[in-house]
């Protein structure tokens, strides 16, 4: 294994496996996970007072079982929470006030209906204690309404499924009543992902029009059902939900340039805190983004306290911080492939790419085929176990996007905060027009891509799903991966 700083990896795994278990297990496993680490806990540091053991022999044990009692005692809070909330108990109709947690999602192609998750702070009249909530409804009345946006509607309330830590599932009976305007941070990033659909509209055509706002910012509402389609049989539907890539490709340039003009390490930590909270208040808080800001925050603390920021410890962290904040981060598969994604990077990127030019490999093209390489790798089993199928042009059209990945990242986000200063036809969005068609041949090849590798008939193969499919893929990688080492030895040997 690749040298790093592991000791996070046992307090994330820790809290990443009890938070599962807690969340699709019994309710009642909270509390013998609470007192059997806790018990632990005390035996090991009984035996260390002792003599009896050094700290380095019980220090895993230690971690591990302290962590599982932390992370076991924020879940019963949680648990607790939802259970007592009046709308736990409600049965049949009732009227709730709340606001807006995130943009609405149809559900399904066809749909005419939209899923949104709420925070509901009024129940009959009375205030509540504010608690989430997931609120399904017509996408005529329900779709275009703002992060942020307080409303009030009859709807008929479900328990929440299992695996969930909503206090209930609603169905809008009524249509939403607006009770004021969403915040003004909010107000603001609605209006700059609309004036970039505005310009993206005005300076490019249709299927890069609505690819761009996905790009940038993740609003794929404007998105071709055919582009859609082609990005995620080529393996590129990633760079429509910005992925940490995307994030840690904007906020880095900013911190660079911040550090390029000569500001010292504490203005750049205020600079980048601002960029880092600016951009997830933009894009809108997914896990990939969560995962990246928070090892944003966390490689800042490092600078300002004048410490390199260690990849590894920082994703460690943000794990950690994460499924404390947000426990239904454990079962969602964008999360769990974002982490497993960085953690491949920071630990087999460099050794393969070192491997390739020693095998004559140019070095521009050994970084970016090393990466996407261990990006596709490591993450083709876990796809292949979640969805059932395997990209076979995945790794190819990667490769073959990576070039502009980050120049449309940069740009499109330049263009985004250029465009929203002033009116639609202003300087701001003249400048930012112009931007965006610098973009066109760019967001051209990327649509080509994913549209010649994405349509060919062999270019997603259907495998088992759950641990046979991945298995299988990973079987099949190791396999074709040693046969391309020996072609390339012999090539190069003649």
Known sequence: MPGGDYRLVVPGLTTWAVTLLILYGPRWSVWPVIGGGALICAIAVLAILRVRVTWTA???VVIASGMATVTAGAMALRLETAAVHPLAEADGKARIAGVIRDDAMTLGSASSRVRIRIDVTEMAGLTVAPATAELTGPSETWAELSVGQPFSALVRVRPPRRGELLVARLSAVSAPHLSGRPPPHQRLATFIRQRLQQISARALGVDAAGLLPGLVLGDTSGLDADVRTDFRTAGLTHLVAVSGA??????????LAVRMLGASPRVTVVVGAIVVVSFVILVRPSPSVLRAAMMGLIGLLALVRSRRAQALPA????????????PELAADPG?????IATAGLVLWSAPVRDRLRGWGVPPGLAELTAMALVAQLI?????AMISGRFSVVGLAANIAVAPVVGLIAIGGTAAAVVGALGGADGLGAVCAELMIRALAPELWWMLTCARVLGRQSWAAITVPSGAVGALAVTMVTACALGAVGVVWQHWRRE
């Open 246 to 255: 995307n994030f840690a490709i904007v906020c880095g340039a900013v911190v």
């Open 379 to 383: 993450t083709a089993p876990v796809v």
């Open 335 to 339: 999360f769990a492939l974002s982490v």
């Open 315 to 326: 994703l460690g962290s943000a794990v950690v911080i994460g499924l404390l904040w947000w």
């Open 58 to 60: 019980v220090s895993l």
